[in-house]
């Protein structure tokens, strides 16, 4: 069966220090893997997604992530951070069922805090 | 930009009673989901809908639940007779999936419903 480990419950870092989210996930086959963003009050926004290719993906407001087979990774960095960046990210990851229907199975989640 | 909008944002009813949540999707889209989010933990999905007719249910979603596309553009949650336990967040989703499901298409999220009983 397929998951997702977000290791980190919690993480505060300085606004303008790089940021490291950690993502490890478990599935048999390929993996199309997701990271999303929920602002406080907000739904899931998605911010960016490998489905193959480039294992370094460029997503919106100046996040990238890196898949990493060998390690069954795909963490999520930003290189300085915002104050707006403050909110709750999630990994996920896609999976097409026995059915044939997809699926989403998203982690536990990471909640970001920015101190000025 | 197209958006996925859910209605209310906020609903608190007393246990016992009956629930509906509104979702209006993305226009053009097929495929329908609920997930929800009970506070502190994650994102579990719940349902979801094709065709007019439910594809793939979670163990959550059991007998207290029922989806429906009333119209051509509305896709409702209902939960029958509510429990304490099922206070959270409730999130709507829509894609664009084709006849043959691919993880080539993006699930789009609303902004969510909390759900509170008392």
């Known amino acids: 069966a397929q998951s997702v480990t977000q290791p980190d419950i919690h993480i505060t870092v300085s606004e303008g220090a790089s940021l490291e989210l950690r993502c490890n996930y478990s599935y048999g086959a390929t993996p199309y893997l997701f990271w999303y963003v929920q602002s406080p009050g907000q739904g899931l926004q998605l911010l960016l997604k490998y489905f193959s290719g480039d294992t370094l993906v460029q997503g919106i407001k100046g996040f990238e992530a890196e898949f990493k087979r060998s390690q069954s990774s795909f963490n999520l960095r930003k290189p300085s951070v915002h104050w707006s960046d403050a909110a709750e990210y999630f990994c996920?990851?896609?999976?097409?069922?026995?059915?044939?229907?997809?699926?989403?199975?998203f982690g536990s989640g990471t909640r970001l805090q920015v101190q000025p | 930009e197209p958006e996925v909008t859910q209605t209310p944002s906020h609903q608190v009813t007393q246990m016992g009673q009956e629930v509906i949540l509104r979702c209006v999707p993305i226009?053009?889209?097929?495929?329908f989901y609920w997930y929800r989010q009970i506070l502190g933990q994650k994102v579990e999905f719940l349902v979801s809908f094709y065709n007019n007719e439910i594809s793939e249910k979670s163990e959550i979603f059991d007998d207290q639940f029922s989806v429906e596309r009333p119209d051509g553009s509305n896709f409702t949650l209902k939960i029958r007779s509510t429990k304490l336990e099922d206070s959270a967040m409730y999130f709507c989703a829509s894609s664009d999936q084709g006849a043959t499901p691919s993880m080539n298409t993006e699930a789009f999220f609303g902004q969510g419903t909390r759900l509170t009983v008392v």
């Open positions: 226009s053009n889209h097929l495929y």
């Open positions: 996920a990851v896609g999976f097409i069922r026995d059915t044939g229907r997809r699926a989403l199975t």
